[in-house]
């Protein structure tokens, strides 16, 4: 199963990005789609969650500046993030998971805050 990410890339502090992640129809609409995310050195952390039927989840770090999104018909999850800082220069993962039948993951996606 492929979950490809999109939209990352290199922002100013403050700056803001949104994130895409389309997954298979068949797996979409049954999995809690999920943002992780790996800084250098550090190990991989969770951003924000959202069920199929939209309730969401947030590391209490992300809150208020991130937000998740899913549009079911696009089979694709969102991640727009805004106020971005430095320490939030990361790879960030999607992932689809039905627990305890499976957990997929994307291929990741470069997002760097620098000025």
């Known amino acids: 199963v492929q979950l490809q990410a999109s939209g990352g890339g290199l922002v100013q502090p403050g700056g803001s990005l949104r994130l895409s992640c389309a997954a298979p129809?068949?797996?979409?609409?049954?999995?809690?789609m999920g943002w992780y995310r790996q800084a250098p050195g550090k190990q991989r952390e969770l951003v924000a969650t959202?069920?199929?039927?939209?309730?969401?989840n947030y590391a209490d770090s992300m809150k208020g500046r991130f937000t998740i999104s899913r549009d079911n018909a696009k089979n694709t999850v969102y991640l727009q993030m805004s106020g971005l800082k430095p320490e939030d220069t990361a790879v960030y993962y999607c992932?689809?998971?039905?627990?305890?039948?499976?957990?997929?993951w994307g291929q990741g996606t470069q997002v760097t805050v620098s000025s």
């Open positions: 959202i069920t199929s039927g939209g309730s969401t």
């Open positions: 992932n689809a998971a039905k627990l305890p039948l499976y957990v997929y």
């Open positions: 129809g068949s797996i979409f609409s049954l999995s809690v």
